[in-house]
């Protein structure tokens, strides 16, 4: 059974670095073909991608964020972390962690507010 | 690359049909065979429901059925329940430097 959460601060302030960590069982990071993505979606609006990384460490940004997103794995502890920096209002949102490329078992979400 | 545009509501009375359309680009949905559809119902996670543009999850009901012609996919809801009112997320692979697109999301109405 595959399961993901994701866990981090709930509010932090503009300018702030966000760290999101996601906590996964029932598949390995080491498995070929596998690969982890962050997802948000901020209040009442649409989903957008943000980042994956493979287990081959291979990682795909969202372009238009690209320079403030860094992803990463540990694959002993079963972890894929998340940093955004420079953190603004706009980005207020619930963060979701999701299996593979198809984004086929999500994490149940973690609400970030972004303000001072 | 922006957003794939979505109706932003449809609806329908039990036991009819509705069909949501997902219109992107060259660039993407109609580049690749790699549509996914999702089912969201509020203050919950997205849920997949169709991967590479027609083919569904184990366990997800056959009432679902994705297609795509050209640049636009479509997902169809038949025999349209009461628990299938949700929004709803269509999500193309759109390249090497754009990835992954989501659309702008309906919402689908039960009557």
């Known amino acids: 059974q595959i399961t993901l959460k994701e866990s981090g601060p709930t509010l932090v302030k503009p300018t702030q670095t966000l760290t999101l960590t996601c906590t996964f069982s029932g598949f390995s990071l080491g498995t070929s073909g596998v690969g982890v993505g962050w997802i948000r979606q901020p209040p009442g609006k649409s989903l957008e991608w943000l980042a994956l990384i493979y287990w081959d460490d291979e990682i795909r940004y969202n372009p238009s964020l690209k320079s403030r997103l860094t992803i990463t794995k540990d694959t002993s502890n079963n972890q894929v972390v998340l940093t955004m920096t420079n953190m603004d209002p706009v980005d207020t949102a619930t963060y979701y962690c999701?299996?593979?490329?198809?984004?086929?078992?999500w994490g149940q979400g973690a609400l970030v507010t972004v303000s001072s | 690359q922006s957003a794939l545009t979505q109706p932003r509501s449809v609806s329908g009375s039990p036991g009819q049909s509705v069909a949501i359309s997902c219109t992107g680009t060259?660039?993407?949905?109609?580049?690749?065979?790699?549509v996914t559809w999702y089912q969201q119902h509020p203050g919950k996670a997205p849920q997949l429901i169709i991967y590479d543009v027609n083919r569904r999850p184990s366990g997800v009901s056959d009432r679902f059925s994705g297609s795509k012609s050209g640049n636009t996919a479509s997902l169809t809801i038949s025999g349209l329940q009461a628990e299938d009112e949700a929004d709803y997320y269509c999500c193309s692979y759109a390249g090497s430097e754009s990835f992954y697109l989501f659309g702008t999301g309906t919402k689908v109405t039960v009557l």
């Open positions: 999701a299996h593979s490329s198809k984004f086929d078992y």
């Open positions: 060259s660039s993407n949905v109609g580049g690749y065979n790699y």
